[in-house]
Nanobody
């Protein structure tokens, strides 16, 4: 079992920044694919970014590329999402997700993750 706890959400004006954290516990953090998704009211859960494993590649959705940065600190078992130049359309609940790496899976798809945090609200005002 893996437990994930997000923090760092809040209210920010457009153009501002926030850093989300996801603290993981329960298993060897470095063995897991770790990602962020978000869900706005009335919309499906949307892929934001993923790092395939400790030494693997990082992928971003087109909507956040060049504004958001994913990082992970294996010593602290924590995943971070630095969000800069935030826009009102970034408003959503942000979820941290984890799953054991399997090369056959597409980790931009939410259904390929078995572990989720409770989510943290990000609201960007115009």
């Amino acid at each position: 079992q893996v437990q994930l706890v997000e923090s760092g959400g809040g209210l920010v004006q457009a153009g501002g920044s926030l850093r989300l954290s996801c603290a993981a516990s329960g298993r060897t953090f470095s063995d897991y694919v770790m990602g962020w998704f978000r869900q706005a009211p009335g919309k499906e859960r949307e892929f934001v970014t993923v790092k395939t494993w400790s030494g693997g590649n990082t992928y971003y959705s087109d909507s956040v590329k060049d504004r958001f940065t994913l990082s992970r600190d294996n010593a602290k078992n924590t995943l971070y999402l630095q969000m800069n130049n935030l826009k009102p359309e970034d408003t959503a609940v942000y979820y941290c997700a984890a799953e054991i790496w399997d090369s056959r899976r597409d980790y931009t798809r939410a259904y390929n993750y078995g572990y989720w945090g409770q989510g943290t609200q990000v609201t960007v005002s115009s």
